[in-house]
């Protein structure tokens, strides 16, 4: 598959594009509104796979989805969705929205490419580099080595989807930014005489956590419990297999829009994904968040010192410890 084909794939359902699930007949609760702050895609299948377990146990859902993770979230913040898929510490911290974290989704497993012109972090000082988004996790690793290299970037742009950066890569357009694993090695695939990997940040802080409002997980305990436990299961089955997700996909005849050429790398991905450590098989936890304190807070995105910082003023580890213990883990 070559980039355009991906930029083409990426667009089409990048921008403000909703995922509706199926109605089940059989449905025991109202349909939990989702706000995944990405597009759906071979990288995020496993996200609709958990949440169709879930509406098979009487949980129906309705996901939509958005091209930036600030729409997501606002999206549970103004009460349009009841549950969102993003990473929420900034907004929770500095506009005191009440919500918060429940399953830790995925680590930050990303790439710095540049131009072979920039030799090192030193020659980036003052020059261009595109993000993700505002207050995304590309931007926090960028703001953490930044820091630690003693440098300043110069004009920051925002181009969501690392399909997108790649593509602006390969056209001249951008001539260093950071991207997720699939797209790093698409890159060097059609680039590796142009462009080549800078240092990273080695954590395995968070990328996107499941979150909700205080209120509605109050009030809906038992639909939390269910879409928890089976987030955790289907996390613990891909470190054990990584195949699970390409079986369970066809199974729901999910990604059918998509070229073939691009599902069939569906089971390589998340064997990759699990080599990389891209997913915790715990689903997160105290120490898991206790991590993204100390790296959020050295990008700057939170406030204060990560030893002040208090796990229940951002999580309710609860349904998480639920499940736990009741898969065995």
């Known amino acids: 598959m070559n980039a355009t084909t991906r930029w083409i794939i990426a667009t089409a359902i990048a921008v403000g594009a909703s995922y509706l699930a199926a109605p089940a007949a059989t449905a025991q609760t109202a349909k939990v509104r989702v706000a995944l702050g990405d597009t759906i895609s071979v990288e995020t299948v496993s996200y609709v ?57 995925s680590r930050l497993v990303f790439f710095p490419v540049a131009d072979k012109q920039y030799k090192t972090w030193k020659d980036l000082n003052g020059q261009p580099f595109a993000f993700h988004a505002r207050g995304s996790g590309t931007e926090a690793i960028g703001n953490i080595i930044a820091k630690r ?23 001249g357009q951008i001539k260093a930014t950071i991207v997720d694993l699939p797209n790093m090695k698409l890159l060097m695939s059609k680039g590796a005489d142009r462009f080549h990997l800078l240092p990273s940040v080695d954590t395995p802080a968070s990328d996107e956590i499941l979150f909700g409002n205080v209120d509605w997980i ?41 070229p073939k050429e691009v599902v069939a790398g569906v089971t390589n991905y998340y064997a990759e994904a699990v080599k990389n450590r891209l997913f915790d098989p715990q689903g997160g936890g105290s120490g898991a968040v206790k991590t993204d304190f ?25 349904p998480l410890e639920k499940a736990t213990k009741k898969l065995g883990g």
């Not at 309705?62 to 009460?79: C, G, H, P, R, W």
């Not at 290299?149 to 056209?171: C, D, H, K, W």
């Not at 305990?221 to 390409?246: C, H, M, Q």
């Open 294 to 318: 100390e790296f959020y807070t050295e990008a700057g995105q939170l406030q204060g010192k990560a030893g002040d910082l208090k796990v229940e003023d951002f999580w309710n580890l609860a």
């Open 218 to 258: 109050e009030k809906n305990g038992a639909a939390v419990d269910t879409i928890v436990e089976e987030f955790a299961r289907l996390w613990a089955e891909i470190a054990k297999d990584p195949a699970i997700v390409e079986t369970e996909r066809a199974k729901r005849n999910l990604l059918k829009e998509l």
């Open 49 to 105: 796979i958990a949440l169709e377990r879930a509406k098979e146990k009487g949980v129906n859902y309705e996901m939509t989805s958005f091209s930036k993770e600030d729409l997501a979230i606002q999206a549970v913040v103004n009460n349009q969705a009841d549950l969102g898929i993003a990473t929420p510490y900034a907004i929770i911290q500095k506009s005191k929205a009440p919500l918060r974290g429940l399953f830790q989704v």
């Open 149 to 171: 290299e003693g440098i300043e970037f110069g004009q920051r742009s925002y181009v969501p989807g690392s399909e997108n950066r790649v593509v602006a890569m390969l056209n």
